[in-house]
């Protein structure tokens, strides 16, 4: 019995949809329809189609957008490196200069403390040789 009943519901949904086609095919109600379903179908291709480019242009611009911002953040790693380099340069610099400022004193010392026992040298020469 349930074999029965669906190929009775068959054949109904079959007569159903046959006259539908029917209808829509011979009569000129039918040809408007048609009409109306294909312009209901063109206007969804088309809002599909604006849809999709809108889309394209929102990813665009999310990607210019993520561009732009690695550009600024790798900008600004530049930036510091350059200012970090000119720090460590200057810190250089500055610890060469005491260095040679010691250095510099360093040889003035020793210069002086030369002179000053060649001085005391030559003056107990003239001293023994003017005793003599």
Known sequence: MKDQTK???ALLVGAAAGAAIGL???????EEIRGEVAD??????EKSKEKAQQTAGNLRGYGNDIADR???RINGMVG????YRDQVRD???ATAGDYTDRATEFGEDLLSNAKSKIKNVVNDVNN????V
């Open 24 to 30: 829509l095919f011979t009569t000129d109600k039918g």
């Open 80 to 83: 510091n490196l350059s200012d």
């Open 128 to 131: 023994n040789v003017q005793g």
């Open 70 to 72: 690695a550009k600024s």
């Open 40 to 45: 209901y179908i063109n206007d969804l291709v």
């Open 7 to 9: 190929i009775i519901a």
């Open 91 to 93: 810190s250089i610099k």
